[in-house]
């Protein structure tokens, strides 16, 4: 039967089907199977419609956008940023570009951003954090008491007064970053239908039910980050080293996390054996609207697991089942891995995925980051107020307080009440530096922020964007400028909150989403 014919109609059992062929159809037959094929014909129309508009919804493209501080938003292009002339924004609907002035400018978030080139940003040796909170990743070159001078992949080297460097952290291996985004569901697994979650404005909105995995091929030590909020109710898995990206499963391997209302439940997946539970653990509460920063290190040479919510360490969980470990000696396991065991089974290895499981409509996620990590404590810089040295961490867990004159020949030169003493750096972890004077609580009038690619985080003054450079004066180093493809997002204000809420929550009514 050809696409156009109508539906075939069967022959009455009292006559051959050929005596059917030869004679006409009744009339109110014949108009019947016409209607049905007009009401087929139309539900086949509309039907393809609706799945073109509903893929248009969903893979919309990337576009950057503009956010004021009154809560106006803007989608578009950056034509320039000058400090005379302020920020010149063209708008699709607008002939010429449109121009603001700084001061009402909240953020301009980009769809797009280049990764750093490599080699020259490959495994990092060190972290380095400043008093006003600019966070960098590179090589400490040279280090004495006026002055710290490093190199950087974004602009090479740079030198400032060692009054302004807050913390060094040495990384045993380096770093280096597996994913920064996102910059939309290419890559990612979706369920259980593809408009599950929809992409706009670099931020994931999930309906409920809905799936998002991903295979990265985890190391045993990673560091995740991202942002999650939610319009009104909150339940959240999050999975690490799972292996099922492609489906929620509850009796997959690998670890997972529920997120609900001010706590959050860790568990541990064993396959076919069942969940372990391994904690549960309270954290501040949740607000409807309100970004949270959620940050997961996990160590599986160790067995252990570090939550930080919005920078605050929560809660530390211990696996009895790390991969250094043999199942069969744990006293703890769960009776059917025990008899696994027993079998001569070999223990479940996690996967090196990860995945969200949203149950609820109104979840947004964004500022995800999942990055290598040296297992090596990082603890909070800013949680050290009452030195009156500087604080240096070694890689045994010890600590000492002192003077940390210079690093020269890849050693410390630490004078101490016994007396001055040379380290090797392979021995260091961490140095923070007494404070000079308590961190600037205020951002400076016209100061700018711009996020990196990296997640490298930058304070310019009299800033200038031009499409190929961002220049500007940095409180530390002085003159600099970089290539604008890295930068991810901009800041202006960051003493200041918007007065109306942000974004909106895609696929709701009325719900919005307020910046942190």
Known sequence: MGRGDGPSIPAPVNQPA????????????????????????????????????????????AVDVFQLLDGSTLHGSLTAIAPQKGIRWQHPASAAPLEFLPRNAHQIRFAQAAPPPPPASAHPSCRFRFTNGDELTGHLLGLDAGHIELETWFAGKLRAPRTEVQSVAFLARGIATLYNGPDGLEGWNAGPTPTSWQF?????????????????????????????????????????YTDAVNRFNFASSGYQFNFGLGYVNAMRGQGNFGMQHLGQAQFPGFVPGKKMHIEIRADLNVGTLNLFVDGKHIQQWNDPNALKNQPGLDPDLPSKVAEAVKAGRPATVPGTG?????????????????????????????????????????????????????????????NLPAGRLQIPLTRVTHIVFAPLRPPATNPPPGELHARLSSGETIALREARWDGRQLAGASPHFGALQFDSRWVRHLRFNPGREPATPDLPFFGTEAQQLFER
Do not use: M
Request: hydrophobic share 45%; with cysteine; charged share 15%.
């Open 354 to 414: 990860v995945s969200f499981f949203s149950l609820n409509n109104g979840v947004q996620i964004s500022g995800i980051k999942l990055s290598t990590w040296d297992g090596r404590p990082i603890e909070d810089d800013f949680s050290v107020t009452n030195l009156t040295g500087h604080l240096v961490r070694f890689a045994n867990q010890d600590r000492a307080e002192g003077q940390a004159e210079g690093i020269q020949d890849g050693k410390l030169t630490l």
């Open 200 to 240: 706009r404005d670099g931020v994931l909105s999930g309906g409920a039910n809905a799936f998002l995995g991903r295979d990265f091929k985890l190391p045993p030590q990673t560091r995740v980050e991202f942002e999650v909020a939610a319009a009104n109710a909150f339940n959240l898995y999050f999975s690490l």
């Open 18 to 61: 050929a005596s059917n062929l030869a004679q006409p159809a009744p009339a109110s037959l014949r108009a019947a199977a016409h209607g049905r094929q007009t009401s087929a014909g139309n539900c086949l129309w509309l039907g393809a419609l609706l799945l073109v508009l509903t893929l248009s919804a969903h893979a919309q493209p």
